[in-house]
Antibody, heavy 125, light 111 residues
Framework: QLQLQESGPGLVKPSETLSLTCTVS??????????WGWIRQPPGKGLEWIGS???????YYNPSLKSRVTISVDTSKNQFSLKLRSVTAADTAVYYC?????????????????WGRGTLVTVSS | QSALTQPASVSGSPGQSITISCTGT?????????VSWYQQHPGKAPKLMIY???NRPSGVSNRFSGSKSGNTASLTISGLQAEDEGDYYC???????????FGTGTKVTVL
């Protein structure tokens, strides 16, 4: 059974780079043409889509974060990663990695049915 | 791209039906049949309840149903149960600058 697990520092200093990795277990990240996504949720607030990466490497980002975000995939490690630069306190959130119910399709037509447990990242000095 | 608009809260008594709305534009909800609904309990990851406007993933109770009219999608929970309490989010494909957007979220309370 496929599972996702986020990992990375729980505390990041302002102006530095937040780096998280999502490890896919129970299956290969490159075996099917899925999009893999990052979503975040500030404490007490709603969900915000950060961006997604296609298994081939094509990326799609939320315009509000695009200038600071990079998502990449490492098929050899069965992982995909998130980097968010120049963070501020507003980037404090639980960060989730997720995969849609079905593979392929047009970017954005996603329904995320497989989620990691989420990891809280706090931005503070 | 602005978030889709949902009511902040909806409540109902056990056994009743409630409906949560999700209002967008013709560039997202109204223009495409790619609306999803998620349920989230405190401290947990969201759970997909409805996809492509009205389809239920395997294992989701048939008490949950989705529909759409114009630029507004709706999630109806019938036979409300205590376990249905939580936050609910809609999402949609959008043809604007961002391909994907979530709703603002609705807190469901079972009285």
């Amino acid at each position: 059974q496929l599972q996702l697990q986020e990992s990375g520092p729980g505390l990041v200093k302002p102006s530095e780079t937040l780096s998280l990795t999502c490890t896919v277990s129970g299956g290969s990240i490159s075996s099917s043409n899925y999009y893999w996504g990052w979503i975040r949720q500030p404490p007490g607030k709603g969900l915000e889509w950060i961006g997604s990466i296609y298994y081939s490497g094509s990326t799609y980002y939320n315009p509000s974060l695009k200038s600071r975000v990079t998502i990449s995939v490492d098929t050899s490690k069965n992982q995909f990663s998130l980097k968010l630069r120049s963070v501020t306190a507003a980037d404090t959130a639980v960060y989730y990695c997720a995969r849609p119910l079905y593979a392929g399709g047009v970017a954005g037509t996603w329904c995320f049915d497989l989620w990691g447990r989420g990891t809280l990242v706090t931005v503070s000095s | 791209q602005s978030a889709l608009t949902q009511p902040a809260s909806v409540s109902g008594s056990p056994g009743q039906s409630i409906t949560i709305s999700c209002t967008g534009t013709s560039s997202d909800v109204g223009g495409y049949n790619y609306v999803s609904w998620y349920q989230q309990h405190p401290g947990k990851a969201p759970k997909l309840m409805i996809y492509d406007v009205s389809n239920r993933p395997s294992g989701v109770s048939n008490r949950f149903s989705g529909s759409k009219s114009g630029n507004t999608a709706s999630l109806t929970i019938s036979g409300l149960q205590a376990e249905d309490e939580g936050d609910y989010y809609c999402s949609s494909y959008t043809s604007s600058s961002s391909p994907y957007v979530f709703g603002t979220g609705t807190k469901v309370t079972v009285l």
